[in-house]
């Protein structure tokens, strides 16, 4: 499952990220309300956990800035805002769920769980492709043109990720927060050791290259 986490406390975020990666999910991080805007346009997520209170734009106008839109992704609205008109506001601009800060991982989790059933999102995947490149994500093996492709577990990871987001561009920054500890120096050059060595295992013997790097942007996996 793809989850969108939007929270602008550090510290609260980084328990969500690293619970919800313990759980095997896939878990994007944006700290302010108008990079969110642009996450929720530019991805598809099963379920967006939001903080009501956020620099630049409110999490209720994300809400509804979505709702107009038509964009239904389930959505966890997080505040420490607990009255009951707070949240009420809340779910009248189109809040699926209110989790009152501060909050047990646990629950948060049940919470999202319950979301993903209620609104019928598959919690699962079970395969992935692009051209002959396939994944299995129950047997965790991958192949192109028939032949097996033995990768770290790291390298699973991102290439899951690459999957997930075929066609588009994904800038260094996301590969962070979503493959690896979202505190990790962005300058480090472990993304791009990581993606030459995951570029020789999926390209060098195959034909067309599917692991593209775009100057200055980041990095495409496309036919």
Same mark, same amino acid.
């Given at each position: 499952?793809?989850?969108?986490?939007?929270?602008?406390?550090?510290?609260?975020?980084?328990?969500?990220?690293?619970?919800?990666?313990?759980?095997?999910?896939?878990?994007?991080?944006?700290?302010?309300?108008?990079?969110?805007?642009?996450?929720?346009?530019?991805?598809?997520?099963?379920?967006?956990?939001?903080?009501?209170?956020? /620099?630049?734009?409110?999490? #209720?106008?994300? #809400?509804?800035?979505?709702?107009?839109?038509?964009?239904?992704?389930?959505?966890?609205?997080?505040?420490?805002?607990?009255?009951?008109?707070?949240?009420?506001?809340?779910?009248?601009?189109?809040?699926?769920?209110?989790?009152?800060? /501060?909050?047990?991982?646990?629950?948060?989790?049940?919470?999202?769980?319950?979301?993903?059933?209620?609104?019928?999102?598959?919690?699962?995947?079970?395969?992935?492709?692009?051209?002959? #490149?396939?994944?299995?994500?129950?047997?965790?093996?991958?192949?192109?043109?028939?032949?097996?492709?033995?990768?770290?577990?790291?390298?699973?990871? #991102?290439?899951?990720?690459?999957?997930?987001?075929?066609?588009?561009?994904?800038?260094?920054?996301?590969?962070?927060?979503?493959?690896?500890?979202?505190?990790?120096?962005?300058?480090?050059?472990?993304?791009?050791?990581?993606?030459?060595?995951?570029?020789?295992?999926?390209?060098?013997?195959?034909?067309?290259?599917?692991?593209?790097?775009?100057?200055?942007?980041?990095?495409?996996?496309?036919?």
């Amino acid at each position: 499952m793809h989850v969108l986490v939007v929270e602008d406390d550090a510290r609260v975020a980084g328990h969500i990220v690293k619970g919800l990666k313990a759980e095997g999910w896939l878990v994007d991080h944006v700290a302010d309300g108008r990079e969110a805007l642009y996450r929720v346009a530019a991805e598809s997520y099963d379920v967006i956990i939001l903080d009501r209170m956020l /620099p630049h734009v409110d999490g #209720l106008k994300i #809400l509804q800035t979505m709702r107009a839109t038509g964009d239904g992704t389930p959505v966890l609205i997080l505040s420490a805002l607990g009255d009951v008109d707070n949240r009420v506001k809340g779910l009248r601009a189109g809040g699926d769920d209110y989790l009152t800060k /501060p909050f047990a991982f646990s629950e948060l989790l049940a919470r999202v769980e319950a979301l993903s059933r209620r609104k019928g999102v598959v919690q699962e995947t079970t395969e992935l492709g692009l051209a002959d #490149l396939h994944m299995n994500l129950l047997t965790r093996t991958v192949t192109r043109g028939g032949k097996t492709i033995d990768l770290t577990v790291r390298e699973f990871a #991102l290439l899951e990720y690459l999957l997930r987001s075929a066609g588009r561009v994904v800038s260094r920054s996301m590969l962070l927060e979503a493959v690896w500890d979202y505190n990790f120096d962005p300058q480090t050059n472990i993304i791009d050791q990581h993606v030459s060595r995951l570029r020789q295992k999926i390209d060098k013997d195959f034909s067309p290259p599917l692991l593209q790097t775009i100057r200055g942007a980041g990095y495409s996996l496309r036919a």
